[in-house]
């Protein structure tokens, strides 16, 4: 099976709804094959701090479940994934949790696993944390 790298991305909203802009502009990552949506679900809290948590087998509104072709029940995520979501917000707050599988990154991973090599380290620099390295070496952002 074909698989490109899997990772767990976790989006904090500080109010209970996530703007159609961020939702569009996922569609249209996924819809551009460089990422696939592999498995994903709301984790919310209302004004009372009870923490809900919603996935694609809770109804969804058609903008979320048409990013997965697929309406098998998908198990990526875990109880730590969803508790680290919730830790994230705070009342009447929601976050996004996905796993994306980098579909861009698919070939080379087969590549490297066939010719029997690993990835020995796969980690994401936080944006703020790329930002300062660049302005630190002096290279113009935008």
Not at 44 to 65: I, M, T, Y
Not at 101 to 106: D, K, S, V
């Amino acid at each position: 099976m074909k698989i490109g790298p899997l990772e767990v991305i976790i989006c904090a909203f500080p109010k209970p709804a996530i703007d159609a802009t961020v939702i569009k502009a996922l569609s249209e990552t996924v819809k551009s094959g460089a990422v696939a949506l592999a498995d994903f679900a709301l984790v919310s809290r209302d004004g009372e701090g009870v923490v809900h948590v919603r996935d694609l087998q809770d109804d969804l509104p058609a903008a979320w479940s048409s990013m997965i072709p697929d309406s098998r029940p998908l198990t990526l995520l875990n109880d730590s994934d969803l508790e680290l979501a919730a830790e994230a917000i705070g009342h009447n707050e929601i976050a996004l949790v996905a796993v994306l599988e980098h579909r861009w990154a698919q070939r080379l991973s087969e590549e490297v696993r066939r010719s029997g090599g690993v990835t020995a380290l796969q980690a994401r620099i936080p944006q703020e944390e790329a930002v300062v390295a660049i302005e630190a070496d002096g290279v113009a952002t935008t």
